[in-house]
């Protein structure tokens, strides 16, 4: 063997040249940043001996309320990521009208690619399946999810698919060829190298994890519901968590088999998607569709439980139309399988089949109506509370109309064959995707921040940071409408007419207005930690709330409820406080049995990033030795017979009645007095 060889053999094709710096600015700034941020993290946990704490409490935990958690911790990270690449594409497009700009055109290729792959795989999936993992159980009145071991393991394989688009930044490139990852473009012959790879192995990761989530919340919702809490009282967010987890569990298998056989391809010179030896590309196209279509619905489904949840709650009034509410959710998830062609009418198929597609597409309008409808009624003439979640919802009402008509109208067949693949397709799915899924979980994330850490958000700093991503919203996207119907078109790096210009510059004053909202959030989170004792809401319904997770501690037990709630209406928690038995003592407790930490499927992750890496780069042995490590743990578990705890009923008494007394002691006043002043009248009124 020469020396050659076995280089070949141990690195694959991975060479020093891949390594930083790779002599251009801002990817090299980005890698500094990608080696420096973690680097910062373990040189913080080591000086602060935190290591064992957050192996043994976070890490290692089956708890579902601490995955959840953790999931929101990825999608903050690749939201930060994301935003920034947004920000550098707007600022090129801006600055490179009938000029050079700031990025080469295959920098800018791979910037969208990235930003469009960690915002939609990275970002809202983990966000979603992050508040679904923490909200959906306590709603239900359930004590965790039902496979807790299966919710770490999707877990842990998100984080090694978002570990695998971070190692892009630093090791090699991100693939150029869009979130879409169309074939041919995509095949070896016109992508060779590791782009490509990285995009197709992060992807699977995540597709995987999240069919795993999937299966666990609909099991969850069928299996574990509270006494009496029949499926028709199960709070909205639940009903919107159920449907996504339905289209979680079909939808995913498609990407799976797309990203696998595109792998055949590039790996073992298969030609499933290639245009000769009897590939066909546009298998791909349907494939990637039928996933990707029912995907924008797993994006904003979750969005419309939190925004029912929060405009029911601080509107003070119950859910207008309840029934219709869910079966108009019904009807999105069972529809969104329908209309995948829409994506490409203009990839040859006949005017009829076009026709089908584009009035089966209009239909979805209709449920979504019957939603704003409820939604709009929800407020009329309730005691409207004009929280930063709330700013939010309103600001999602108007946007997503805009939004959504411009969806209505891209589902003309005639109409798209013009504006298919311009700006003004981006501007319409930003319009969905920002609005609609971005400021509905950072609503939840508000909503529910006292229930998960004790302690609310500060509310001067959620307004602002309200005022930036609306404004910015609207400057950065509004102009994309026009850009589009004047000819501008998606993914292009320059622009060469000068009436473009003016738009351009805008939109990248809106990106900025964006970035100042970013970093709002992070003021208000810093500022909150900093005056938690003042902002402290312990008893656990800061907002007058009307569903179960209310009704436990903040932060809740890891046990969720010292005693199962016994439901008697889509808002038990109402009626309880009507009754004056909400902090009743119970008559009597039981032992209760919760999941052992392991760090099992820890050690999955990191040996599915392994593999994926070496994937990648071709380095056989290691992608064996990954790939042979994460299911050697797997087996390794299903050994260990001692997977439960047990909590004694002694304890969970003590914890509880601590408790009960507290909330018991507290009037109306103490307990609004958890709202910031100027809400706390009304609050109080709507007791
Ligand atoms: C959260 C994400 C999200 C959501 C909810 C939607 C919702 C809709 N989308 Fe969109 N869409 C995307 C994300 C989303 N989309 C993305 C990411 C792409 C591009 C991907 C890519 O190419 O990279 C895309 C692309 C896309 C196309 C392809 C265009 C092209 O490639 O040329 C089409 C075409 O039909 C379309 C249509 C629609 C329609 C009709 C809706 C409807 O569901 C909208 C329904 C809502 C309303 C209509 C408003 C409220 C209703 C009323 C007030 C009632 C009265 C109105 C009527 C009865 C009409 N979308
Ligand atoms: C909030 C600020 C955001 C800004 C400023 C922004 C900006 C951009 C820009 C400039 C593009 C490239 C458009 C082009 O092709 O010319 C783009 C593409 C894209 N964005 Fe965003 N975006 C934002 C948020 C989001 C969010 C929240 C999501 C998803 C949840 C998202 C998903 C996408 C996707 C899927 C693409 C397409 C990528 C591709 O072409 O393959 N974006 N965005
Ligand atoms: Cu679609």
Redesign the pocket.
């Known amino acids: 063997m020469t020396g050659h060889d076995w280089i070949y053999w141990l690195f694959g094709t991975l060479r020093w040249s891949d390594f930083p710096p790779k002599g251009d600015l801002i990817a090299d700034c980005a890698a500094g940043i990608a080696i420096a941020a973690p680097l910062a993290v373990v040189v913080l946990l080591t000086v602060k001996h935190r290591w064992r704490w957050l192996w043994e409490e976070w890490l290692t935990s089956l708890d579902h309320k601490r995955i959840g958690i953790m999931y929101t911790v990825i999608a903050f990270v690749m939201l930060a990521r994301a935003l920034i690449e947004a920000g550098l594409m707007r600022m090129q497009q801006a600055l490179a009208v009938n000029a050079d700009g700031v990025v080469s055109p295959e920098h800018f290729a791979q910037l969208f690619s990235t930003h469009?792959t960690a915002m939609?795989f990275f970002t809202a999936m983990p966000f979603l399946t992050g508040v679904i993992n923490y909200v959906m159980p306590l709603q239900i009145g359930a004590r965790d999810l039902t496979f807790p071991f299966l919710n770490a393991v999707g877990l842990w394989l998100t984080a090694a698919g978002a570990g695998i688009v971070m190692a892009s930044l630093v090791v090699g490139k991100f693939a150029i060829g869009?979130?879409?990852a169309y074939p041919p473009f995509t095949e070896t012959p016109f992508s060779p190298g590791e782009g490509v790879d990285y995009w197709i192995w992060a992807v699977s990761l995540a597709s995987v994890g999240s069919m795993l989530s999937g299966i666990n919340f609909a099991v969850t919702i069928y299996k574990e519901r509270a006494p009496g809490m029949q499926l028709f009282r199960m709070p909205l967010f639940c009903w919107c968590a159920l449907c996504t987890a339905i289209l979680m569990i079909f939808a995913m298998p498609p990407l799976t088999v797309a990203t696998g056989l595109l792998a055949l391809d590039r790996y073992a010179g298969f030609h499933f998607f290639t245009n000769d030896l009897g590939g066909n590309m546009m298998a791909y196209a349907n494939m990637f569709w039928l996933f990707?279509?029912p995907?924008?619905?797993i994006?904003?489904l979750p969005?419309f439980g939190i925004w029912s949840e929060v405009i029911s709650t601080f509107s003070g009034k119950r859910l207008y139309g309840y029934p219709s509410m869910v079966f108009a959710v019904m009807c999105?998830a069972v529809l969104?399988f329908t209309?995948w062609l829409?994506?490409?009418?203009?990839m040859g198929q006949s005017a009829s089949v076009n026709a089908a597609?584009?009035i089966a597409?209009?239909l979805?309008?209709?449920p979504?109506?019957?939603?704003?409808?409820d939604w709009l009624l929800t407020m009329y003439r309730g005691r409207i509370r004009l929280t930063a979640p709330m700013l939010f919802a309103i600001t999602f009402i108007a946007c997503?109309?805009?939004?959504?008509?411009?969806?209505?109208?891209?589902?003309?067949p005639p109409v798209?064959f013009a504006?298919?693949?311009?700006l003004f397709?981006?501007a319409?799915?930003?319009n969905?995707?920002v609005p609609?899924?971005l400021f509905g979980l950072l609503a939840g994330y508000m909503f529910w921040f006292p229930k998960v850490f004790g302690f609310r958000l500060d509310e001067r700093w959620g307004r602002i940071a309200w005022v930036c991503w609306s404004g910015g919203f609207l400057a950065a996207f509004m102009p994309l409408y026009i850009l589009g119907l004047m000819g501008a078109t998606?993914r292009t790096a320059q622009f060469y007419r000068a009436e473009y210009e003016p738009f351009l510059l805008f939109a990248w004053a809106g990106a900025w207005l964006i970035a100042f909202g970013f970093v709002a959030l992070l003021v208000q989170l810093w500022l909150s930690v900093k005056r938690r004792d003042e902002l402290a809401a312990p008893i656990g319904d800061p907002w007058d709330g009307h569903s179960l997770e209310w009704w436990t501690p903040s932060p809740p037990p890891e046990y969720n409820f010292a005693v199962l709630p016994k439901v008697v209406d889509t808002e038990t928690f109402t009626v309880m406080k009507r009754q004056e038995s909400a902090y009743r003592s119970p008559d009597s407790y039981e032992d209760i049995e919760v999941p052992r930490n392991t760090g099992i499927p820890v050690i999955i992750g990191a040996a599915a990033c392994v593999c994926a890496f070496a994937l990648v780069w071709h380095i056989w042995w290691a992608a064996v030795a990954g790939f042979a490590a994460a299911w050697g743990a797997l087996i390794v578990r299903s050994f260990d017979t001692d997977q439960m705890r047990t909590i004694p009923a002694a304890d969970v008494r003590r914890q509880h009645e601590a408790w009960l007394t507290r909330a018991r002691a507290a009037t109306p006043i103490d307990r609004f007095a958890e709202l910031e002043p100027a809400n706390r009248g009304r609050a109080v009124a709507t007791q």
Do not use: C, P, Q
């Open positions: 469009g939609i869009g979130w879409s990707g279509h995907e924008v619905y994006l904003v969005a999105i969104s209309v829409h994506h490409f009418f203009t597609f584009g597409t209009m979805i309008g209709i979504t109506g019957v939603k704003v409808y997503f109309v805009i939004g959504g008509l411009s969806g209505i109208i891209l589902a003309n798209d504006v298919h693949n311009s397709l981006v319409h799915f930003h969905m995707l609609g899924t998606r």
